[in-house]
């Protein structure tokens, strides 16, 4: 949530503002906005809306300045307009900032400090307080209101007596310092300018940065610090063929698939991190709480408790610890606050999967293993997903000493995804006002993982129901308007999930099943029970993408979500 990008350099700034903007729309926001520094003052302009409002508000403005930040934000305080949206100034237009992350006690501080505001954006406080702060020297003033914060923040900030630098400030919000030959540019993302830089820095917890024409200071709270540069450790390169990014990113499973099984190689040794556990935690949010239910499923054998929880939930529930507990956390971004605020509750052993090196989760777990997936970027997760239940499967198998059937996998599922075409099927489910989802057993995480998806993007009323539930309830939604898909992998249970079909079509309700025998709505080929929900998830994928573009919208930008959920 929320994207930062900035520049000091001898280009022209505003041009390249905007292209790391635009490598940030996958954050989710609802406007966007820069600041450059020019020869007449600080200029500022900002939109509600997407970049590409701001891009034509742009065409009317001549900004020149090689020194500027930019934001697209989230609003959580006050609503997403223009006067709300980043950069914020102090009263007297003498700092400039902008500001990923929430202020907890942004209104004690404005009624302590007695600040005049015009904004209902907490990230005006912080201007407001630096500007009023007595030190004559721009960094300490920094340094004197951070600890006055309470909450998460990135900050980006320029001053009007000195609007050659930029200084920055970091506190459990993510932000990176890149460099090339002549420019250095900031993000809280640093494959926001990859494409310029070969390595980049950093910022921990509590750490500060000033930064002008080919210079970078880095300090903590209390002296100036050398810091080490961090290698683009995630970059290989999938090819770009389709529209939207989520159609590329299906189509990138299989070579996701490939990628991640070769780096797993690199973590082996996690094997002996799991001698002597007494129970596993397996923590996540959305999409990849999903990953961790199959996680649970895959790690069964080892006969300790498992417990699969959300991590909004986790965070405020009693757990008992001891040092041979396990948490799992799993995250796409590896910057999911709700996911990262839980590893802080966690005195025990404890272990990170995520697609993104050195993100915060990296930093906060004691263990690590790193997915391939290259960057994802539509805000639904479709390869990264897969990527996870390979991680959980690969697991598995090395705990149990098994030779994995990686070649399997890839090979049925690049034939299956070559093969696919849902075009008249998603006409049909297009038209329906609810969708329900349902299986049993594994197919039942699918069900969730398939509804989870059809809603993100299409905004149809999706639900996911174990299909021996119907009866206790849930068959009272059924009527004409209803469609069920429902989700049939398990050669044991064909003949039950069929008459689960005849029990919904004499209700009026349309139903429809994904599986792997001949009969079958959308037909699976057929793999190990291991495998199987590594595949079947491609084609709810697939459907839920065709119907969102069939419907008119973006899949890549749902409206109300982001990519990174960065905040609480």
Known sequence: MCGIFGYVGKKEAKPLLIEGLENLEYRGYDSAGIAISTNKGIKIVKRAGKVEELKKALKEENIDGSVGIAHTRWAT???PSELNAHPHTDVLKSVTLVHNGIIENYLELKNEFNLKTQTESDTEIIAGLIAIMPEKNNLEKLKSVVKLLKGSYALAIIFSNEPECIYLAKKESPLMVGKSED???????????????????????????????????????????????NKF???FAFENKNKYLMQDEIAQTPDALKETAIFFENFKDIKNYFKN?????????????????????????????????????FKYSKHLFTK????????????????????KKCKCKTLAITNVPNSSITFACKKTILMKA????????????????????????LLKDEKPKIKTLIRQSKQYLNSLNLTQLAKKVATFEKVMFIGRQDDYITAKEGALKLKEISYINCTACPSGELKHGTLALVDENTLIIL???KNNLISKNLLTKEEIEARGGKCLILGNFENADIKLPKLSADLMPILSILPL??????????????PDKPRNLSKSVTVE
């Open 374 to 397: 290259g960057w994802e970027r539509a805000v639904a997760s479709t390869k990264a997903y897969s990527c996870q239940l390979l991680i959980f499967y690969l697991l598995k198998c």
């Open 487 to 489: 989700i049939s992998t």
């Open 233 to 235: 450790l995630n970059t």
């Open 77 to 79: 305080h006050g609503l």
């Open 183 to 229: 420019d250095i540019f900031i993000s809280s993302d640093a494959n926001a300018f990859k494409k310029y830089c070969s390595d980049f820095y950093i910022l921990k917890n509590n750490e500060f940065a000033k930064i002008k024409y080919n210079n970078i200071e880095f300090f903590n709270k209390n002296k100036k610090i050398n810091k080490k540069t």
């Open 541 to 554: 994928q697939v459907l839920a993408c065709e119907v969102c573009i069939l419907k008119g919208y973006n």
């Open 277 to 313: 556990i007494d129970k596993i935690y397996l923590v996540a949010c959305g999409t990849a709480y999903h990953s961790c239910l199959f996680g649970k499923k895959y790690l069964e054998f080892l006969n300790v408790p498992i417990f699969t929880e959300i991590a909004s939930e």
């Open 324 to 343: 041979n507990t396990l948490c799992i956390f799993v995250s796409q971004s590896g910057e999911t606050a709700d996911t990262i605020a839980c590893v």
